[in-house]
T-cell receptor, first 110, second 116 residues
């Protein structure tokens, strides 16, 4: 079976840094994606990791450790517009099916 | 570049009725996906097409759900008959093709279905 765990909800203050963790146990691994989803909207692509290490893209960074089955998304200089759900998804080998976690709802307060 | 288009945005039906959703993927994208997203959960893949062939429908409740992708472009997802537990957002996504190392899926805005 496939199992992807992430915290249900997190809160943070504008301007702060927040780290959203994701652990996974899957049969096959072809990369890990992070998506952002604002309420009532489509998920949008944030980052992709397939090798161990840190990928940085502006205020957002994502880390992967394949041996530990662990990833995190780091958001710096938080803004109110970052209030959204953050979805961790593992791409499986074969036809690269995406298996999503339940998502972490991030609330950014002033 | 136009994104993934879906219609309708909202649909309310009574249980045991039928409903259909339509999706137009990004032009040139070979792979199309239908997901079900229940409130408070992540999207769950229902079916994946590569061009007009099905490559994964392992989580599609085939007794009531059906999907087709004629000519490898547009796709429709149908539910017949609907049950209360089918209330969810149905998301369509597309990607250039499988086999790419970074196979990014682009999502449409979804159809929110309420079954009463």
């Amino acid at each position: 079976g496939q199992n992807i765990d992430q915290p249900t909800e997190m809160t943070a203050t504008e301007g702060a840094i927040v780290q959203i963790n994701c652990t996974y146990q899957t049969s096959g691994f072809n990369g890990l994606f992070w998506y952002q989803q604002h309420a009532g909207e489509a998920p949008t692509f944030l980052s992709y990791n397939v090798l161990d290490g840190l990928e940085e893209k502006g205020r957002f960074s994502s880390f992967l450790s394949r041996s530990k089955g662990y990833s995190y998304l780091l958001l710096k200089e938080l803004q109110m517009k970052d209030s959204a759900s953050y979805l961790c998804a593992v791409s499986l080998t074969g036809f690269q099916k995406l298996v999503f976690g339940t998502g972490t709802r991030l609330l950014v307060s002033p | 570049e136009a994104g993934v288009a879906q219609s309708p945005r909202y649909k309310i039906i009574e249980k045991r009725q039928s409903v259909a959703f339509w999706c137009n993927p990004i032009s040139g994208h070979a792979t199309l996906y239908w997901y079900q997203q229940i409130l408070g959960q992540g999207p769950k893949l229902l079916i994946q097409f590569q061009n007009n062939g099905v490559v994964d429908d392992s989580q599609l409740p085939k007794d009531r759900f059906s999907a087709e992708r004629l000519k490898g472009v547009d796709s429709t997802l149908k539910i017949q008959p609907a049950k209360l537990e089918d209330s969810a957002v149905y998301l369509c996504a597309s990607s250039a093709r499988t086999g790419l190392a970074k196979n990014i899926q682009y999502f449409g805005a979804g159809t929110r279905l309420s079954v009463l």
